[in-house]
Nanobody, 116 residues
Framework: VQLQASGGGLVQPGGSLRLSCAAS????????MGWYRQAPGNEREWVAT???????NYADSVKGRLSISRDNAKNTVYLQMNSLKPEDTAVYYC???????????WGQGTLVTVSS
């Protein structure tokens, strides 16, 4: 299984970005796709996840500003990021977890920089 993330870049505070992550290969339909991020000097932290059936969960720090969605036909997960803040600056990693099989996959990361 391979995950290819894209969409990162430089944006001013208050701006928006949309990240995408496409999964390829064979994996279970019983999965959770999501986003994590790692800021310089910090540990990787969970941002948002979406189960294949549609249930979403968000970290408190991003609720109301970031929105996760997925297109199961395209095996792609998205992260719409609005009202971005400098503290959102990080490398964003997409993740796919086959929750019944206990297998976990990571994408390569895409850098988001929020700065004026």
């Amino acid at each position: 299984v391979q995950l290819q993330a894209s969409g990162g870049g430089l944006v001013q505070p208050g701006g928006s970005l949309r990240l995408s992550c496409a999964a390829s290969g064979r994996f279970s339909s019983a999965n959770v796709m999501g986003w994590y991020r790692q800021a310089p000097g910090n540990e990787r932290e969970w941002v948002a996840t979406m189960i294949s059936g549609g249930t979403t969960n968000y970290a408190d720090s991003v609720k109301g500003r970031l929105s996760i969605s997925r297109d199961n036909a395209k095996n792609t997960v998205y992260l719409q990021m609005n009202s971005l803040k400098p503290e959102d600056t990080a490398v964003y990693y997409c993740n796919l977890r086959e929750y019944r099989l206990g297998r976990n996959y990571w994408g390569q990361g895409t850098l988001v920089t929020v700065s004026s």
